[in-house]
Every structure is written in structure tokens, then in C-alpha cells.
């Protein structure tokens, strides 16, 4: 992560929770309103403005995650994906546990403290473009032995 500075991980995961949320709402709408030939049919004109807002909602949710996400070097698709994952986990055990975050005890440090979220910020930090060009293999070249 090449950024000084440390952030709450949760909140881009609540950012995520929320697009996530006006996404589906938006997918739903569309699926109510489509006809049997797929086309989708606005009759009246309320059902148009639940469209734009629904619309609108969702665009905007998106572009502040991204915002957010690229003001603190975080990648989109990996805290989209985290938020995803922790849908389906608290899916799964139907409410009885609720999936978090790793934040508080440090078993490597043995102290209450950050160590979890400083794990999360690692995960969500975005890759170097050049990541896939220049990696070491760690062996030792021929010519600089």
C-alpha cells in the first residue's frame, strides 16, 4: 500500500453494502417492468421516475465507492467482492453469526490493538501496475552473481 496514512476499513465495506443494496433494487425494478420480450415497459409516469431515481441511487452509490476507493488506494473490485462474500456468509448461517472484519486482538503482538484492520488495508490495497511485469522470482540471475 503506498499511501502514509491509515483509514477505516469498515466504512469502504459499508460503502460496498450500500451500492450492493441499490443495485439489486435497481435489478429488481427492471425485472419487474420487463414485457415477455425483454423490452422494458414504463407505462405511467411514476413508474418512470422510480426508474431514474432507482437509476440514480445506484450510479451514485457506485461512483462514491470508486471515489473512495481510489482516494485511499484501495482496489474496487476486492471490497466489492469482500462485501459480496460477507452477503453470502451471513446468508448461510442464517443470522446466527455475523461475518466482520479481523479487527482487535493481535495474537503476533499479544496487545489489543489495529493489527486486524492493518490486515485488511494490505488486502484492499490496490496493485501496482506494473505488478505483473517486474516480479521477482527470488533466484538469483546468472549475471549478478
Known amino acids: 500500500m503506498n499511501k502514509q496514512f491509515t483509514y477505516n476499513p469498515v466504512v469502504l465495506v459499508e460503502m460496498a ?10 435489478r429488481d ?3 419487474q417492468h420487463k414485457n415477455q420480450y425483454g423490452s422494458l415497459v414504463l407505462g405511467s409516469a411514476d413508474d418512470r421516475v422510480s426508474y431514474w431515481v432507482k437509476d440514480k441511487e445506484s450510479s451514485c452509490a457506485g461512483s462514491a465507492l470508486s471515489t473512495a476507493c481510489r482516494l485511499v488506494g484501495a482496489d474496487v473490485n476486492t471490497v466489492i ?9 451471513e446468508k448461510r448461517e442464517r443470522w446466527q453469526v455475523c461475518a466482520h472484519l479481523p479487527t482487535g486482538w493481535c495474537s503476533r503482538c499479544g496487545e489489543y490493538g489495529e493489527y486486524g484492520e ?22 538469483r540471475h546468472p549475471w549478478a552473481a
Open 118 to 139: 492493518d490486515r485488511v488495508r494490505r488486502f484492499f490495497a490496490a496493485r501496482e501496475w506494473d505488478a505483473d511485469f517486474f516480479q521477482s522470482t527470488g533466484r
Open 29 to 31: 425494478f427492471i425485472a
Open 81 to 89: 467482492a469482500t462485501a459480496k462474500a460477507m452477503n453470502r456468509f
Open 17 to 26: 453494502q450500500e451500492y450492493l443494496e441499490a443495485e439489486r433494487s435497481y
